[in-house]
Nanobody
């Protein structure tokens, strides 16, 4: 399974971006999908996750109400709509997939990783 993240860029505080993560290969083995981010000098942290079916989602407290995760199974693509961006959201964002359907918030619980897309929010 290969994951390709895109959509990052430079945006002013208060602005919006939409990240995409396209899966290819044996996509039938990918159930839960998630987004993580890593700022310079910090550990990778959970942002959001979504199940393959039933639309179950989870969010980090820091992004609740601002970010929305969604999924198009027909396109094997997961999206992260990010609104009201803050300078603290600046990081490299990674998408990840896992072979089990339960939502997960720890990087070690994911089996597949994309290459990351950089998001920079200026104040």
């Amino acid at each position: 399974v290969q994951l390709q993240a895109s959509g990052g860029g430079l945006v002013q505080a208060g602005g919006s971006l939409r990240l995409s993560c396209a899966a290819s290969g044996r996509t039938g083995s990918v159930y839960g999908m998630g987004w993580f981010r890593q700022a310079p000098g910090k550990e990778r942290e959970f942002v959001s996750a979504i199940s393959r079916n039933y639309g179950l989602t989870d969010y980090a407290d820091s992004v609740k109400g601002r970010f929305t995760i969604s999924r198009d199974n027909a396109k094997n693509t997961v999206y992260l709509q990010m609104n009201s961006l803050e300078p603290e959201d600046t990081a490299v964002y990674y998408c990840a997939g896992r072979r089990t359907p339960l939502l997960a918030t720890l990087p070690r619980d994911y089996d597949y990783w994309g290459q990351g897309t950089e998001v920079t929010v200026s104040s």
